[in-house]
């Protein structure tokens, strides 16, 4: 079984459209974040929830919206989308948030709007 | 905030030698040291990790790093690669008083035959 599952694997859409990215983790893991990585390889984090409590949001524009149904889940919705938010996007999870917990990656979608 | 910096972007070297893959932080206060790696169209897999303790680390398939609090370090060696550690390799570190991981901009190391 796949710990951290995201998808789809793929996504080609149109500037202007709204997209969802869909992640599940089957860990038990109290703590999921979406990272954005760019054509160079650089990782950003972008949102962390904590039991279902949005504690991060990295400067990211409110075109991007964390939705968590549940602790297991965390969804990422995408408004009006930009030809500069083509990217990777990894789901990931941890344990807790403690600063010394193992991340645990999707294996990422990558977003194409052309 | 804490922040992580690759020296090599890339990195190519033949089957069998030894490789060191570059990485150096910066914190004010005590971090906790990571490498992470990334086959392929895969996401990234935790390679090795410092928290305390002893400053040399090690992985299953052969890697270590050192943690170097002088020369605020944290680079990963292996003494003879094979055409499979082909990937692109992360350091990242959390921080006392941020548990947000930061990644570094990434290594890729190829390895040739």
């Known amino acids: 079984d796949t710990a951290v599952s995201q998808t789809p694997k793929y996504l080609v859409t149109q500037m202007g459209n709204d997209k969802s990215i869909k992640c599940e983790q089957n860990l038990g893991h109290d703590t999921m974040y979406w990272y954005k990585q760019d054509s160079k390889k650089f990782l950003k984090i972008m949102f962390s929830y904590n039991n279902k409590e949005l504690i991060i949001n990295e400067t990211v524009p409110n075109r991007f919206s964390p939705k968590s149904p549940d602790k297991a889940h965390l969804n990422l919705h995408i408004n009006s989308l930009e030809l500069g938010d083509s990217a990777v996007y990894f789901c990931?999870?941890?344990?807790?948030?403690?600063?010394?917990?193992?991340?645990?990656f999707g294996s990422g979608t990558q977003l194409s709007v052309l | 905030a804490q922040s992580v910096t690759q020296l090599d972007s890339q990195v190519p070297v033949f089957e069998e030698a030894p490789v060191e893959l570059r990485c150096n932080y910066s914190s004010s206060v005590s971090v906790y040291l990571f490498w992470y790696v990334q086959y392929p169209n895969q996401g990234l897999q935790l390679l090795l990790k410092?928290?305390?303790?002893?400053?040399l680390v090690e992985s299953i398939n052969g890697f270590e790093a050192e943690f170097n609090k002088s020369q605020t370090s944290f680079h990963l060696r292996k003494p003879s690669v094979h055409i499979s550690d082909t990937a692109e390799y992360f350091c990242a570190v959390t921080g006392d008083n941020n548990n947000d991981m930061r990644f570094g901009a990434g290594t890729r190391l190829t390895v040739k035959p």
């Open positions: 990931a999870s941890s344990q807790s948030r403690g600063r010394q917990e193992k991340l645990f």
């Open positions: 410092y928290l305390s303790g002893s400053t």
